[in-house]
């Protein structure tokens, strides 16, 4: 109970059920004592199920023996209610696991789009429970501030059995969020939710005044799309059997993606119009893609009759992205590779501020600086044609650019704030 956390009640259950606790194949009681070695077996039966429906469809965006994660569609129920019989998350799930109990660890609304955690036995359930953390997508109406703090208790209001509204008596509640685009009217929030209320975010933007899109329950309107602009497109989790740390993201749906035409097309930074011969040493901005920044790390001057060779840059690029990888930004970064030409390199990395990108860079070349050793990643299978690797050319080559960075400000990676400043 103490070391995997089984909860008293699921071993209550077992002692009862036979088979329900063994001890290298045969039956145990809880009070009886085991020796190193010996394998102890708690089999859960599940005694309820739903019926299963397979015509529906839900994406798993995540699976393990522990739990399934679903990708669900917009106005799909989670749960079969007296209006919702054989069309919702649950009877699908029927429909996959027919002898699983349907455990829902966090629940949506019909109309709410994204990730939904499913347990598969009442263990991973108890496990999960309260342990996991939610990252919504928000669309609403009008210029939300760029930040966020909403605490409001909620309540139901007392004439309704759905719906709710901030109340003094109610129980409490905390939603924060980030405001990410503006467009059209509508703004695009990150949000996460310290507690889990019933309709917490879209009671919680209403109030401050600003309505979901579509939520005209909340006073969204439905002009530009016909249900409330809620998205779940993130949960991170310690997986029950194992201990790891997991997190599962989801795209934004393109009916949210509509209110906000182009923000999510590739938009070319500066990176395209301007004459890259004026720019020397350093690390600019080269374009972003929705939440997805791409870093051109520049050590010499594009077309200064300069260039690094290609076994240094190689190894460059191998040190990098082992430091990079391996280091507390790791989580973060996508991709460290070739830009096409001997100056510099590519760095993409996701959700990660402009000033720990400027760190991430500053530290990984120092680790390049001071590396001495095997250079990580040099089969065959692994580099192709690009065998050759320079260790002593590398540490020199990434010297410049250490003394570039001294001093680099997030204004520096806009490559409009060097127009008419002398590039070195």
């Known amino acids: 109970m ?3 956390g089984v909860s008293r009640r ?3 259950k077992l002692k009862h059920r036979e088979h ?3 001890c290298n194949g045969a039956p145990i009681r809880s009070i009886d004592i085991v020796a190193p070695g010996d394998v102890v077996t708690l089999w859960a039966e ?3 199920y739903l019926e299963p429906n397979g015509s529906l469809h839900a994406p798993a965006a995540y699976e393990s023996s522990s739990l399934i994660i679903f ?6 129920p989670v749960h079969p209610s007296i209006k919702h ?3 919702t998350l649950g009877n699908y799930f029927a429909y996959l696991f027919p002898k699983l109990t349907f455990r829902p660890v966090n629940r949506l609304d019909k109309d709410t789009s994204g990730l939904c955690i499913i347990a598969k036995n009442a263990y991973a359930a108890d496990l999960l429970q309260g342990n996991f953390r939610k990252l919504y997508y928000a669309a609403v109406q009008g210029k939300l501030p760029e930040y966020g703090r909403i605490d409001a208790p909620i309540a139901r209001v007392r004439e309704s059995i759905i719906q709710r509204c901030v109340r003094e008596d109610g129980q409490p509640a905390v939603t924060n969020f980030r405001r990410i685009a503006y467009q059209n009217g509508y703004s695009l929030a990150e949000v996460i939710p310290e507690t889990g209320r019933t309709h917490q975010i879209r009671v ?5 005044g600003y309505p979901l899109a579509g939520d005209d329950m909340y006073g969204g309107m439905r002009l530009h799309i016909g249900r409330q602009a809620l998205h779940c497109g993130e949960v991170t989790f310690t997986e029950p059997l194992t201990g790891e740390k997991i997190t599962v993201r989801s795209e934004i749906p393109e009916d949210i993606k509509n209110l906000f035409k182009g923000v999510f097309e590739m938009d070319k930074i500066a990176s395209f119009q301007v004459d890259h011969t004026k720019f020397g040493v350093g690390m600019y901005i080269s374009r972003i893609d929705g939440d997805i920044v791409t870093y051109d790390v520049r050590m010499v001057k594009p077309n200064g009759g300069k260039y690094i060779s290609n076994p240094s840059l190689h190894t460059i690029e191998h040190l990098f992205a082992t430091y990079a990888r391996n280091s507390h930004f790791g989580d973060h970064v996508i991709y460290v590779g070739p830009m096409g030409c ?3 390199f590519y760095l993409l990395v996701r959700d990660l501020p402009h000033a720990d990108a400027i760190t991430l860079v500053r530290e990984a070349y120092e680790f390049i600086a001071d590396f001495s050793g095997e250079i990580p990643g040099c089969s065959e299978a692994e580099c192709g044609n690009y065998l050759e690797h320079d260790l002593g050319s590398a540490k020199r080559d990434v010297l410049p650019l250490l003394k570039k960075l001294e001093g680099y400000t997030v204004e520096m990676l806009d490559y409009s704030w060097h127009f008419g400043k002398e590039i070195l």
């Open 85 to 87: 019989q054989g069309d």
């Open 20 to 22: 329900g606790l063994t």
């Open 2 to 4: 103490e070391e995997k």
């Open 71 to 76: 990708d669900k569609p917009g106005g799909m």
């Open 46 to 48: 599940d005694e309820k």
């Open 204 to 208: 919680h933007f209403a109030h401050i």
């Open 10 to 12: 699921l071993l209550n």
């Open 342 to 344: 001997r100056t510099g």
